[in-house]
């Protein structure tokens, strides 16, 4: 009888021992347990597929083989503490794969025990939380991205106000062109914000400047693809804005008979690393005298604001027939990426 109670006891051992095994083996965490010294003894699948090692090859092997060389001490350290019972809170390191490249782990330290309840290795946990850290350094650039963006938001708009009280003197119209403006930048905004803070595409850019303005029929784009950076989608979409806001008052977007055809191009005067935009507005009818954005809000904008902010050079020129705007520049201030 008691063999039977002995046997029974050994195969409910063996049976937990097997519940265990199962357990560790099918984790989607690596499990890996080693003595004090660091000399690995149980290494499962997880562990195999996060760490490059197969079994065979980590078995018997130091730890340190997946510790990053500046922080064996900390290694060392830790197996000391548990040697002596220390409780290890779950705490952040770094861990080395096969390929020699570098993963951010939390790892979960146990101790293991002898049938004499003496510590004889340590059990760990190791959550690969690489990704988990790489999107949390993305929020904070997004959100430092964000807070440098509203700020410069808020000193355009201020700049707006400032210039255009001299030149608004009713009220009404005054708060009419000043919600135009703002939505005009608000528009960019959403651009710049739809491609995670990294720019927008030119012909994106022109076209949601343009489209309150109406008379798609009679407006051209010409140019390669290419995506600008948040600070030349601002400055350009307040540039296109003061443009397409000058002729519907006295251009092509008035009604008047004409074409506007909106060009970029890379490469200008035998230097292909300058870039150059063009406004190209043609009409039948004849521009009034006032028919140019020659002073103002509109002309701060493209002579002074966008060419400065851009390193470049921005220039208007008023025929009969015709109003040209140009700004040209180093390409590294307008773009981020460019496909040929």
């Known amino acids: ?89 779950a705490f952040e390191t770094v861990r080395q794969l096969k390929d020699l490249s570098y993963i951010t782990v939390s790892l979960t330290l146990s101790p293991i025990k002898n049938a004499q309840g003496h510590i004889v290795g340590a059990s760990a946990i190791t959550r690969d939380i690489t990704a988990s850290r790489d999107r949390e350094r993305r929020i904070r650039v997004l959100l430092r991205e964000v807070n440098h963006r509203v700020k410069n938001q808020y000193a ?45 595409a030119l012909a ?18 010409r140019g390669p693809a290419v995506m600008l950076t948040p600070k030349a989608v601002e400055n350009l979409g307040m540039a296109f804005h003061e443009l397409a806001l000058n002729s519907s008052r006295h251009g092509v977007l008035s009604g008047k ?40 809000f509109g002309s701060v904008i493209l002579r002074r604001v966008a060419p400065q902010a851009l390193g470049s050079a921005g220039e208007i020129i008023r025929e009969k027939f015709r109003l040209n705007w140009t700004l040209q520049g180093q390409l590294s201030g307008f773009t981020t990426d460019i496909e040929q």
């Open 156 to 200: 355009i708009i201020l700049s707006m106000i400032r210039q255009m009280r001299w030149t608004e003197t009713d009220p009404q119209t005054f708060e009419r062109h000043i919600a135009e403006r703002i939505m005009a930048l608000s528009a960019s905004h959403d651009l710049i914000v739809s491609a995670d803070w990294e720019g927008a």
């Open 1 to 89: 009888m008691k063999r039977q109670r002995e046997m029974a006891k050994s195969d409910a051992h063996e049976l937990d021992r097997a519940r265990l095994a199962a357990i560790v083996d099918s984790s989607f965490d690596p499990i890996i347990s080693k003595d004090l010294d660091g000399t690995v003894r149980t290494w499962n699948r997880a562990a195999e597929q996060v760490f490059g090692y197969s079994a065979k090859e980590m078995i018997g092997a130091p730890i340190f083989k997946i510790v990053p060389p500046h922080l064996e001490n900390e290694e060392r350290e830790i197996l000391a503490r548990v040697g002596v019972g220390d409780h290890i809170p």
């Open 204 to 221: 994106d850019l022109v076209a949601i400047q343009l489209k309150p303005f109406g008379h798609d029929d009679v407006i051209a784009f």
């Open 257 to 296: 008979p004409g074409t506007i055809t909106i060009s970029w191009n890379v490469g200008q005067a035998a230097d292909p690393k300058t870039f150059f935009v063009q406004w190209d507005e043609k009409t039948s009818d004849p521009f009034p005298a006032a028919g140019e954005p020659s002073s103002g």
